[in-house]
């Protein structure tokens, strides 16, 4: 199974920070790598599609990159409505495995 | 508007069995393949089994296969999963999830039902 390891587990920053979250695969997926936002009690929602992808209606300020092993969430300015956990996916191959996921919170 | 609809949680002895259910509307159900994600309490998302559009080919965990069965119904618009010899570590929060264009992404999900597995 391919293992996706994300860092960091939580962060903290202030409106209008850039925040940056990594996601590792323990090896190569190409760019069969998906971003997801979750927020309490919440069912998650996708936001970066092909490790580059907007997903429709997702804002701007989400932007992702990488490829092979080593993907980057980037959100450019943060906004309060951005408190959530984030998981990254592969869907290169079956079993489908998810990061342990990235807790942001706001300052 | 892509909706899906889980229903059939709710609190089983271990060994037991449960069969959930998922209610698709607002687009063509049998060009999609679905699939099942669970989390458990306050931990990460685990994905559990998927099945195609037409219905032959089905993916299991290792950790349910043997255990759980996916199914769908595609003139009821319905997903199913099948939950037999259940274990205190099924206990989850199950979602229904669509698979968008080229089985790469989890484009829609339901907002979830609970499995809770205890004596």
């Known amino acids: 199974d391919i293992q996706m390891t994300q860092s960091p587990s939580s962060l903290s920053a202030s409106v209008g920070d850039r925040v940056t979250i990594t996601c590792r695969a323990s090896?190569?997926?190409?760019?069969?790598l998906n971003w997801y936002q979750q927020k309490p009690g919440k069912a998650p929602k996708l936001l970066i599609y092909?490790?580059?992808s907007l997903q429709s209606g997702v804002p701007s300020r989400f932007t992702g990159s990488g490829s092979g092993t080593d993907f980057t969430l980037t959100i450019s300015s943060l906004q309060p409505e951005d408190s959530a956990t984030y998981f990254c996916?592969?869907?290169?191959?079956?079993?489908?495995?998810f990061g342990q996921g990235t807790k942001v919170e706001i300052k | 508007e892509v909706q899906l609809l889980e229903s059939g949680g709710g609190l089983v002895q271990p060994g037991g069995s449960l069969r959930i259910s998922c209610a698709a509307s607002?687009?063509?159900?049998?060009?999609?393949?679905l699939t099942w994600v669970r989390q458990a309490p306050g931990k990460g998302l685990e994905w559990v089994s998927t099945?195609?559009?037409?219905?032959?080919?089905?993916y299991y965990a290792d950790s349910v296969r043997g255990r759980f069965t996916i199914s769908r119904d595609n003139s009821k618009e319905t997903l199913h999963l099948q939950m037999n010899s259940l274990r205190a570590e099924d206990t989850a929060v199950y979602y229904c999830?669509?698979?968008?264009?080229?089985?790469?992404?989890?484009?829609?999900w339901g907002q979830g039902t609970l499995v809770t597995v205890s004596s």
């Open positions: 999830a669509r698979e968008g264009a080229g089985m790469v992404r989890f484009d829609s």
């Open positions: 607002g687009f063509t159900f049998s060009n999609f393949a």
């Open positions: 099945i195609v559009g037409s219905g032959s080919n089905t």
């Open positions: 090896q190569s997926i190409r760019t069969y």
């Open positions: 092909a490790a580059s």
């Open positions: 996916q592969q869907s290169y191959n079956t079993p489908r495995t």
